[in-house]
């Protein structure tokens, strides 16, 4: 199963220090969009692209109030099929 997920960020610093990481952590399929981030990720990397950004955010003192993240909704993708 995959699941949307949207990082938006309120400040300047946020942004710089998060985007990085965000291209680094190499999961699913990433775009940008002004201040915020999406990514289209199997569900089993969220954890992992949480702790990526979270250590980021952290390690450049950016507070967790300028920075969001949110699961949009999850993607369940269709059965495979036998098909000879």
Do not use: C, W
Not at 40 to 48: E, G
């Amino acid at each position: 199963m995959k699941a949307q997920v949207l990082i938006e960020t309120y400040t300047n610093r946020a942004y710089h220090a998060i985007r990085p990481a965000f291209v680094a952590a190499k999961v699913g399929y990433l775009g940008v969009s002004g201040m915020t981030f999406s990514a289209t990720i199997f569900q089993k990397d969220y954890p992992y692209l949480v702790d990526v950004i979270n250590h980021a955010a952290q390690k450049a003192g950016v507070h967790r109030d300028e920075y969001n993240i949110l699961t949009l909704q999850n993607i369940s993708m269709p059965p495979k099929t036998d098909e000879t």
